[in-house]
C-alpha cells in the first residue's frame, strides 16, 4: 500500500474531531501545562503558509508535553472584531458580523487540515456577545478602581470617598490627572454630585478626558501609534493628524514600575524586554517650573512645567520650547506672532510622532511673542514651540540648553538664539559624558565646580527651597486611548447622565452591538454609533430603547465610541480556562488549577500593543485578588517571519517590452510584481495568464531568452499586495499537512525569518514516503513489522534520535529535530529493521511533528486508542556505549579490511584472532609475519 497521505489526514482529522482527542479538563491528577498562541485575525484572504508557523511549532510542543504525562491546555479562538472587517462592510454593505463568521469558517477549515491538537471546545471569539460580557465587565471594575501609590495596587474607588469626607485630598497619594485640584473635607461636602463625580473622575483607572490622538480623516477613526507606518494609517496608507478629542483612557502610566519590574521575573526574549522597557521609558531627574512673564496682552502669569534628566544644566538654558499641542501656545502667543503661530501648528498636526522625532529633519519652529522667567536669575528667556517637543512626553515642554542638547543646539543656531556655553574649559567628549562623574560644571552660579551627581542633588534641594521644583521620576509611557469611532468593535457598557458617565450594572450585560444603517460617521461628526436608532438606555427598565425615549430623567444617551482592538485580547488568555462560565469571567478552582500560560507563542510586533496592554490587565486583576499571579505567561517565544520569494517580470522603460530577467543588464526596467501562482518550479512565467491578470500588458512584446520567459525573484514580506503569497490548501492538497509541517520546521531555527521555497518540500515529503516503506515492505505496500529482538545497531540508532529529539523540542530547535529524523530513517533503512521495539517508539517521538502519519502507523501497530497521549519513549544511554571497536587491519601499513573485537578484548587474543582470520592468511599466503603491532581501540598492523 502507498503512502495515500489525503485519505490518512482527513481520516485522522474526523478521528481527533469525534473523539475530542485534545479537550482538557479543569482538574486533574496529572501536571498541568498551557501552551497558547497569538489567535489570529480571521481576514477575507485566509491562512498563507507564513501564519502558522508558529501554531505548529506551539503544536509540536503540546503533544510533545501530552505524551510526557501533562494535562495540556491548548485552546484557540479568534481576534474577531477590527477595522478590516468594518471597511469591507463600508464598501460592500454587507454585515461585519455575516463576513467575519465566514472568515472564521474558512480559518476554521484551514486550520483542522493542519491538525493541530485545538481544544475547539473552549473556543472565543471577540466579537461574541457571551465573550466581550466579559470585556465589558473588566472595563467597569477599572471604572470602580483608583491606584494608592503608597500601597502600590489597584483598590475600589469607593474607598477614596470616605477619605474624601473625613480629610480632603491633602493625603491622598494616588495615581492621578495632574490638574487634580487640592481640596478639603468641607470642601468636598459642599461639591454638587457632578462636580463630584469629576473629581472621582480624575483617579479612576479608565477615564475620560482631553487627549491628543492620531485622528485618520479617511477611517474616521483614532488609531493608535503601533496602527501607524511613516505617517499614514496600516490599513489603507491613508494620511493621520493630530487632534485633541475627548477619549476614554486606560491609567497604565500608574503600573509603569511593576510593568519594568515584571520583565524580572518572566522568561521573554531580551529584544522583546527592551523594546517595552524603551516605551515605558523610566527617567530620573526634576520637575521645573518656569513662570511666563506678564506682558501689555497677557497681564496673567502662567506656570510651564518641564520635565528633566539633567537638572544641573539649568544655568544653560537659553530658552524654552514648547510642543505645538500645549494648552498654553494660544495663552501666550502675542498677536504680532499669532500668524505664524497657527500656521505652524496647523502643519505640525499633519505630521506623525515619528516623523518629527526622525533623526534627518529640517529644524523648524514659530516664536511665540512670549518669555518665562528663569527660576533662579530671574533672567526672561524667550518661548518657541518647535515640533521636536510632543505633548505627549512629559509636561510637553523643555527647558532647551542648546550647549548641552543636540536638538537644542540645532534649534538654537537655525534660529539665531543666544547659546551660553556652561561648559567652558570643561572635557564634553562622548566619554566624558558617558562618565558623569567626570561632568564638571561651570559657568553656573553657584553650582561652579561641582560634579554631576553632587550638582544634580544640589540644583534640587535649591530648587524644593524656592519652590519651583522638586526631585522627580518619569516615564516615557502615556496613558492608553481606549476608544475608537467606529463601529464593529465592543460597545462600551456607559450610559450619560448630566453629561458624566455612569456604568450599567454588571447583571444587565451585555450591552450589544445595535444594528446600524450605515457603518460611516454621521453627518454631524459623531461616530458610526451616532446611525443607530434604538441606542438609549432606560434605567428603570434596565434596557435599550429608542432614542426618542431619551428624557435625561431615566432615559438617557449611551456612549457612541467602542473599544480598540486590543481591548479583546487583554483577557482572552484567562477567559480559556474557564470560557462557558455565565457568572464569572472564570471561576477560582479554574484560575487557580491553569495560574497562567507556561509558553506563549507570537510576533514581536506586538511587544507594544497587547503585549504590554495585557500585562497590565493581568496585574489589575492580580490586584482585585482575582489573579493569583501578576505575570500571565512564564515563557514567550516569538517565532520569525516565513517571507515570501516574490517574481518579477522588467518592463523597459519607455517602451512595450517586458524582458525577461537574463536580459535587462544595463537597460533601464521598473520592476513589476508577478503572481507566483503564475511561476513554476524553475522560474518560467507563464505569458498568457499574466497577460489575463494584468490586461494592461495584453499588447506588450514579452521578450524570451532561449524560448523561456524567467522572472526574476527577491525575498520579501509575504504579503497580497507583493502577490508572493502561498496558499497552504495548494500545499496540503499536494504534499498533505505533515508535509508542510515538517517543512515549516526544517526551513531554520524557529525565531527566524527564512524564505519559503516550494520546490525544498519535496525533500521532506520524500522523507515521509521513505519513513512509510520503513513499515511496509513488497511492491504491494505490505505492512510488515517483527516481534524479533532488535539488533543494537538499531537500537543505538532509536536511542542517539530519542535523546536528539527531546533535547531539540526543550530547546524548542525543531528545525534539528527533522534533520534527525531524516537520520534516523536513512539508517534503519539501510539496517532494514523490521522490528515492533524499534518502529513502535519511532512513531511516538515522531507524532508531534507530522501526526497524521504517526496516528495511522500506530494503529497499523495494532493499537485501539490514539497515539496523542502514549509516553514519550525514554532515552537509555546504555544503548549509545560503545562495547565494541572495528579495527583497520592493515599488512605494511596498508589497510586491507576491518574486523569488529570488543573493547576490553586482551591485545593477545585480538593478535591471535586477526592471525588466525581467513582474509589474513590471503595476504600472507603461508609466509610468518615479523612482527604484529596491536594497538588497543586503534589499529591492527601486520608486518611481514
Known sequence: ????????????????????????????????????????????AGLHVGHPLGYIASDIYARYKRHKGFNVLHPQGYDSFGLPAEQ???????????????NIKTYRRQLDQLGFSFDWSREVRTSDPKYYKWTQWVFIQLFHSWYDNEADKARPISDL????????????????????????????KAFKDKEQQQILLKYRLTYLADTEVNWCPALGT????????????????????????????????????????GLDTIDWPQPLKDAQTNWIGRSEGASVTFKTVPSAETKESYPIDVFTTRPDTIFGASFMTLAPEHELVAKITTSEQKAEVDAYVEATAKRSERDRLSEVKVVTGAFTGAYAEHPFTAEPIPIWIGDYVLAGYGTGAVMSVPCGDQRDYDFAR??????????????????????????????SDFLNGLSYKDATKKIISELEKIGKGEGKINYRLRDAVFSRQRYWGEPFPVYYVDEMPRMIAEEHLPLKLPEVAKYLPTETGEPPLGNAKVWAWDSKQSTVVSNELIDHKTIFPLELNTMPGWAGSSQYFNRYMDPHNEE?????????????????????????????????????????????????????????MILGNSAFVYREVETNQVL??????????????????????????????????????????????????????????????????????????????????????????????KPWNTAGITGVHSFLKKLWKLYHTGPDGTFEVSDDEPAKENLKTLHKTIKKVEEDIEDFSFNTSVSTFMICVNELSAQKCRSRAILEPLAIILSPYAPHVAEELWERLGHNSSIASVA?????????????????????????????????????????????????????????????????????????
Not at 88 to 102: D, K, M, S
Not at 600 to 625: C, N, P, V
Open 222 to 261: 483614532v488609531l493608535a501609534n503601533d496602527e501607524i507606518v511613516n505617517g499614514v494609517s496600516e490599513r489603507g496608507g491613508h494620511p493621520v493628524v493630530r487632534k485633541k478629542m475627548t477619549q476614554w483612557s486606560m491609567r497604565i502610566t500608574a503600573y509603569a514600575q511593576r510593568l519594568l519590574d
Open 872 to 944: 514519550f519513549p525514554e532515552f537509555d544511554d546504555k544503548f549509545l556505549v560503545e562495547s565494541t571497536k572495528e579495527y583497520p587491519i592493515s599488512f605494511n601499513g596498508k589497510m586491507r579490511f576491518k574486523l569488529e573485537f570488543p573493547l576490553d578484548m586482551p591485545r593477545e587474543e585480538i593478535e591471535a584472532a586477526v592471525l588466525a582470520h581467513e582474509r589474513t592468511q590471503q595476504q600472507l599466503q603461508g609466509r610468518t609475519p615479523k612482527k604484529v603491532i596491536v594497538v588497543p581501540g586503534k589499529i591492527v598492523n601486520v608486518v611481514g
Open 1 to 44: 500500500m502507498s503512502y495515500h497521505f489525503k485519505e490518512i489526514e482527513k481520516k485522522w482529522q474526523a478521528y481527533w474531531a469525534e473523539q475530542q482527542t485534545f479537550k482538557a479538563t479543569n482538574e486533574s491528577a496529572k501536571p498541568k501545562y498551557y501552551v497558547l498562541d497569538m489567535f489570529p485575525y480571521p481576514s477575507g
Open 161 to 188: 470617598i470616605p477619605e474624601f469626607q473625613a480629610s480632603g485630598n491633602s493625603s491622598v497619594n494616588a495615581a492621578c490627572d495632574e490638574d487634580t485640584p487640592h481640596f478639603t473635607a468641607e470642601q468636598w
Open 88 to 102: 469591507y462592510a463600508i464598501q460592500t454593505g454587507q454585515h461585519p458580523a455575516l463576513t467575519t463568521e465566514e
Open 660 to 753: 525577461s530577467a537574463g536580459l535587462i543588464s544595463g537597460k533601464k526596467v521598473d520592476p513589476i510584481h508577478a503572481d507566483v501562482s503564475l511561476v513554476n518550479t524553475s522560474n518560467e512565467l507563464n505569458v498568457e495568464g499574466f497577460k489575463a491578470w494584468r490586461p494592461e500588458f495584453k499588447d506588450a512584446e514579452f521578450v524570451l531568452e532561449n524560448g523561456k520567459f524567467i522572472v526574476g525573484r527577491d525575498v520579501e514580506k509575504m504579503s497580497k499586495s507583493k502577490y508572493n503569497v502561498v496558499n497552504p490548501d495548494a500545499i496540503c492538497q499536494q504534499y498533505g499537512a505533515d508535509s508542510l509541517r515538517l517543512y515549516e520546521m526544517f526551513l531554520g531555527p524557529l525565531e527566524q525569518s
Open 584 to 640: 464569572a469571567i472564570f471561576s477560582k478552582e479554574a484560575i487557580d488549577y491553569w495560574k497562567q500560560v507556561d509558553l506563549y507563542i507570537g510576533g514581536i510586533e506586538h511587544a507594544t500593543g497587547h503585549l504590554l496592554y495585557s500585562r497590565f490587565w493581568q496585574k489589575f486583576m492580580f490586584d482585585l485578588g482575582l489573579a493569583p499571579v501578576e505575570e500571565y505567561a512564564k515563557k514567550l517565544i516569538n517565532q520569525g
Open 414 to 443: 537655525n534660529f539665531g538664539i543666544d547659546i551660553p556655553n556652561i561648559f567652558e574649559g570643561v572635557d564634553i567628549s562622548e566619554e566624558a559624558f558617558a562618565n558623569k562623574e567626570r561632568t564638571v560644571i561651570a559657568n
